[in-house]
């Protein structure tokens, strides 16, 4: 003990109760957030897929707050599996290693994006896009109305600070990556109330049991008002009645549905955090007033889908190498988070929490690694012990998920 409190000692580590340490020894599992603890908490928009148009994607970008950085794409949607995508992308990141060697290019160090390339798996049947920063594709209606909401019901704030010669970002990291994208297209917030005319009527705050946000806007010149919602999108799809934009309104059917979940899903297996953009425009118009005391059930419901957002908040350059020291010294780390399995599963794999193959282990071992918080939380005492290993990765956990002394 002597020696490991020198130690301690060494890093600047006080110890009030010596049997604490003992107690310190003794651990053999470490539940872990995710976001901000394991990842950066710099999260960058690096998809976005609006129903019949395709997929909009943020290249060769290497800062979470420039929108002149790097430039967007226009392609298909996926069609084939995560793996299938993996492979893709492997391949691509080999040929484009080997020619940026071959050029001798050196590539600015940016604290904001490290540890993966600005471009996640596509099964995108397009050519390798070179383009400059700032460029994207034309703005049709439908993108248009994508790049309002995101905007709008958004309340952090991206500047470009003329003193200092940089991008500036302040609020929420989900919320900035969302503003920066909407940036990119000179959709900013300020822009679209101050310049343009918006007039915010009412805010429905983020509110982690239902999983989503609103805002109700007036458009420009005493125009109709929109509401604006984004969410999970799990908790947002069932809140629709239509899916589309303009000429291309549908109304949403099961087939709809399925569709918008492949897409979700296909993003999320990329490691990306998904979240639904919808919109409303009110029938019967209210005042200021009457917006302040209409309750929330009545406003976000009879949504039309626009799209859905990818998010990518890059691992820390630490975390991978502190998995491995705890995996060494016989210590799980477990990691919680309030993401979409798909997306928790790929950044443990990342980090090293769960292998990146599951095909060597036993079918029951391979499910029990990943669960919801809801599939945990229903497992009782007796089911828990029978579960050959604890899981590795709990996904979609909210402040009201069970912490029982059993959980883990």
Known sequence: MAVGMKKMAKNNVIVRKLDALEALGGVTNICSDKTGTLTQGKMVTRKAWIPGMGIYSVERNNSATDPKSGFVTLGAAPTTDADAMEREYQEKRTKRDQERSALALKFADDPDIKDRPADVPSSEKVPETEG???????????LEAFLQSTSLCNLATV??????????????????????????????????????GWKELAEYGFDSNVKRMSVVFQEPNNG????????????????????????????????????????????????LRVLAI?????????????????????????????????????????????????????????????????????IAR????IPKDFGS??????????MTASQFDA????????????????????????????SI
Not at 132 to 142: F, L, Q, S, T
Not at 165 to 175: H, M, N
Not at 350 to 353: P, Q, S
Not at 380 to 395: K, S
Request: charged share 25%; aromatic share 6%.
């Open 132 to 142: 400059n920063d700032g460029d994207h594709p034309e703005i049709i209606p439908e």
């Open 159 to 196: 500047r470009y600070n003329e003193k200092e010669g940089s991008w500036q970002a302040s609020g929420d990291p989900t919320e900035i990556a969302l503003q920066v994208f909407a940036h990119r297209f000179d959709f900013g917030r300020k822009k679209l109330m101050e310049q343009e």
């Open 224 to 271: 109709k008002q929109i509401i604006f919602t984004k969410g999970a999108v799990e908790r947002i799809i069932d809140l629709c009645d239509n899916i589309g934009f303009g000429d291309q309104v549908q109304p949403l059917n099961q087939e709809h549905k399925d569709e918008v979940i492949r897409q979700m899903t296909l993003l999320a297996d990329q490691g």
């Open 278 to 346: 919808a919109r409303r425009i009110v029938e019967s118009p209210k005042s200021s007033h009457d917006w302040s005391e209409y309750p929330r059930e009545d406003v976000e419901c009879k949504l039309t889908l626009l799209g859905l957002a990818g998010l990518y908040d890059p691992p820390r350059l630490e975390s991978k190498e502190a998995v491995q020291n705890c995996t060494t010294a016989g210590i799980q780390v477990h990691m919680l988070t309030g993401d979409h399995p798909g997306t928790a599963r790929a």
């Open 350 to 353: 990342e980090i090293g929490i």
């Open 361 to 370: 282990l036993p079918a029951d071992v391979a499910a029990a690694m990943c």
């Open 379 to 406: 497992l009782t005492d007796d089911q828990i012990d029978e579960l050959p290993t604890l899981p590795f990765v709990i996904a979609r956990c909210a402040p009201s998920t069970s912490t029982k002394p059993r």
